[in-house]
Antibody
Framework: QLQLQESGPGLVKPSETLSLTCTVS??????????WAWVRQPPGKGLEWIGS???????YYNPSLKSRVTLSVDTSKNQFSMKLKSLTAPDTAVYYC?????????????WGQGTLVTVSS | EIVLTQSPATLSVSPGERVTLSCRAS??????LAWYQQIPGQAPRLLIH???TRATGIPARFSGSGSGTDFTLTISSLQSEDFAVYFC????????FGQGTKLEIK
């Protein structure tokens, strides 16, 4: 059964850069059928798609975050990562990684357990 | 950006009841709509995709319907484990989510 696990710091200072990694287990990240995505959820609020990456390197970003986010993939480690720069308090959220289908099957399934990132000095 | 509006925000119901949750899109998304369940402290779980297709392992008491701009998620007989927050998501034009409907025990 496919599993995803986020890793990264729980606390980051304002203006700094957040780096998170998602490790994919029990399946290869090098699939033509799926993208790999990041979604975040501020405390008590809804979900926001951050961006998606294909194992060949195709990348798609939410326009609202595009200027601050960078996604990458490491097929040798079966991992993908995100960096979000110039952090402010509204970036405080639970960050999830998830598998995203391609070719009209663009739903998120499954999801990692999520990691809470707090932006505070 | 396609905005998804879910209603109601909170619904107080009793176990065994039938409930219907609504998701309305600001423009047509065809049938490119999914529903997720989120139990507090857990990651979202896919329930429905393609507006009406149950995901693998999802009980038959969950059903989805609609197309275009108006969608519903129906739970035919609420079980204790169904008290959670439900989100809709469109994938017709990138990806956006509704703000969620919380089902709470009456």
């Amino acid at each position: 059964q496919l599993q995803l696990q986020e890793s990264g710091p729980g606390l980051v200072k304002p203006s700094e850069t957040l780096s998170l990694t998602c490790t994919v287990s029990n399946d290869s990240i090098s699939s033509d059928d799926y993208y790999w995505a990041w979604v975040r959820q501020p405390p008590g609020k809804g979900l926001e798609w951050i961006g998606s990456i294909f194992y060949r390197g195709n990348i798609y970003y939410n326009p609202s975050l595009k200027s601050r986010v960078t996604l990458s993939v490491d097929t040798s480690k079966n991992q993908f990562s995100m960096k979000l720069k110039s952090l402010t308090a509204p970036d405080t959220a639970v960050y999830y990684c998830a598998r995203l289908g391609t070719l009209g099957r663009n739903w998120f399934d499954p999801w990692g357990q999520g990691t809470l990132v707090t932006v505070s000095s | 950006e396609i905005v998804l509006t879910q209603s109601p925000a909170t619904l107080s119901v009793s176990p065994g009841e039938r409930v219907t949750l609504s998701c309305r899109a600001s423009q047509s998304v065809g049938s490119n709509l999914a529903w997720y369940q989120q139990i507090p402290g857990q990651a979202p779980r896919l329930l429905i995709h393609g507006a009406s297709t149950r995901a693998t392992g999802i009980p038959a008491r969950f059903s989805g319907s609609g197309s275009g701009t108006d969608f519903t998620l129906t739970i035919s007989s609420l079980q204790s484990e169904d008290f959670a927050v439900y989100f809709c998501q469109q994938y017709n034009n990138w990806y956006t989510f509704g703000q969620g409907t919380k089902l709470e025990i009456k």
